[in-house]
């Protein structure tokens, strides 16, 4: 079994334990070390998995503390719908800015640790380095020293997970750049650990700078593909009709 999928399989072993009662809500999981002996793989392996439920909304890591099962979640928190993959990452990029500069003075020695963890996955360019880009924003929003600006970053990521306009534009986006985003999240990682607020929070503008013309460009590309698909419907017509008429 390839570690990718090994850390899926732990990770589905562990939402059936929560689901099942045994890891109830609120309650803290077991450590590394205890849960990587009772399902039989390594260290590494379950902190991966880890840092996949916790995207997924399943867990909390509070740092210095250990990780808890979150409450299940509202079913729904606002129409998705509608949500203009432009304007929440225009949000985005005011909010986690902030995030970034406080979290350059309040992130503890243990978070800085799981930052650099996230990096290290985020370089296998694979489902699991998805995760782990998630997991990164999250672990600096809870290192801001603010549960106001934790949740609302949580809720900006809910969005762009979830709502379907958001998805398709960054879907088109995360398919390239990948060097680039790994060099951004770097630079974003090293003023946090220098502490220095500004160079964290330019880094961070500047990486969804960086994703806004991404965005733009593929915007421009899907438009450009539709344009000529229907050049070629309405060619294709002609064609017929031409046909039909010399018959």
Same mark, same amino acid.
């Given at each position: 079994?390839?570690?990718?999928?090994?850390?899926?399989?732990?990770?589905?072993?562990?939402?059936?334990?929560?689901?099942?009662?045994?890891?109830a !809500?609120?309650?803290?999981? /077991?450590?590394?070390?205890?849960? $990587?002996?009772? *399902?039989?793989?390594? &260290?590494?392996? %379950?902190?991966?998995?880890?840092?996949?439920l916790e995207a997924?909304?399943?867990?909390a890591?509070?740092?210095?503390?250990?990780?808890?099962?979150?409450?299940?979640? !509202?079913?729904?928190?606002? /129409?998705?719908?509608e949500?203009? $993959?432009?304007e *929440?990452?225009t949000? &985005?990029?005011? %909010?986690?800015a902030?995030?970034?500069?406080?979290?350059?003075?309040n992130?503890?020695p243990?978070?800085m640790?799981?930052l650099?963890?996230t990096?290290?996955?985020?370089?296998?360019?694979?489902?699991?380095?998805?995760?782990?880009?998630?997991?990164?924003?999250?672990?600096?929003?809870?290192?801001s020293?603010?549960?106001?600006?934790e949740?609302?970053v949580?809720?900006?990521?809910?969005?762009?997970?979830?709502?379907?306009?958001?998805?398709?534009?960054?879907?088109?986006?995360?398919?390239?750049?990948?060097?680039?985003?790994i060099?951004?999240?770097?630079?974003?990682?090293?003023?946090?650990?220098?502490?220095?607020?500004?160079?964290?929070?330019l880094?961070?503008?500047?990486?969804f700078?960086?994703l806004?013309e991404?965005?733009?460009?593929?915007?421009?590309?899907?438009?450009?593909?539709q344009?000529?698909?229907?050049?070629?419907?309405?060619?294709?017509?002609?064609?017929?009709?031409?046909?039909?008429?010399?018959?």
């Amino acid at each position: 079994m390839t570690m990718d999928r090994r850390y899926q399989q732990v990770a589905k072993q562990i939402i059936e334990l929560i689901e099942s009662g045994e890891f109830a !809500p609120g309650s803290r999981l /077991p450590g590394e070390r205890e849960l $990587a002996e009772r *399902l039989g793989v390594s &260290r590494v392996t %379950v902190r991966e998995a880890e840092i996949a439920l916790e995207a997924q909304g399943y867990i909390a890591v509070k740092t210095g503390s250990g990780v808890y099962v979150r409450p299940r979640r !509202p079913a729904d928190l606002s /129409p998705l719908t509608e949500v203009d $993959a432009f304007e *929440l990452t225009t949000v &985005r990029a005011v %909010v986690e800015a902030e995030s970034a500069a406080l979290a350059a003075l309040n992130m503890t020695p243990e978070a800085m640790v799981l930052l650099e963890d996230t990096m290290r996955v985020m370089a296998g360019n694979d489902e699991a380095a998805e995760e782990a880009d998630e997991r990164f924003h999250l672990l600096i929003a809870e290192s801001s020293g603010s549960p106001i600006i934790e949740h609302f970053v949580r809720t900006l990521w809910r969005m762009r997970n979830e709502a379907p306009r958001v998805v398709q534009v960054y879907s088109n986006v995360c398919k390239s750049g990948f060097e680039d985003r790994i060099e951004e999240h770097r630079a974003v990682y090293d003023a946090i650990r220098n502490r220095d607020p500004n160079a964290a929070r330019l880094a961070m503008r500047e990486h969804f700078s960086r994703l806004f013309e991404a965005m733009l460009a593929a915007e421009e590309t899907e438009a450009i593909v539709q344009l000529r698909r229907k050049a070629l419907q309405h060619r294709d017509r002609f064609k017929l009709s031409v046909q039909h008429g010399a018959a």
